[in-house]
């Protein structure tokens, strides 16, 4: 299993949220074809076909936790664990 897929076990079961490295977030984002843009402290992520635009900022070395549970909601809903 590699790097993208652990943080994508970790988002999707939930446990953990306030304890996912932000750069492991952004990596798996990335990995899976969004693009990132940034803003000052916010980093903002669109893909083709997604409507949601995600917004994550750090908090210290983790993202936020409701980021995460906003980036598992747009995974889950899109269908993208798989890919």
């Not at 993208?4 to 798996?28: P, T, W, Y």
């Not at 990995?31 to 843009?37: A, I, M, P, S, V």
Request: cysteine-free; aromatic content about 8%.
């Amino acid at each position: 299993m590699g790097k993208h897929e652990k943080v994508m076990e970790k988002i999707l079961q939930g446990a953990s949220d306030s304890n996912i490295g932000f750069d492991d977030i952004r990596s798996m984002l990335l990995y899976l074809g969004f693009e990132e843009r940034i803003r000052g402290s916010h980093h903002l992520y669109r893909r083709k076909g997604i409507e949601e635009k995600i917004n994550l900022q750090r908090a210290g070395n983790k993202a936020k936790s409701y980021q995460v549970k906003q980036v598992r909601e747009v995974i889950l809903k899109y269908h993208l664990a798989g890919k």
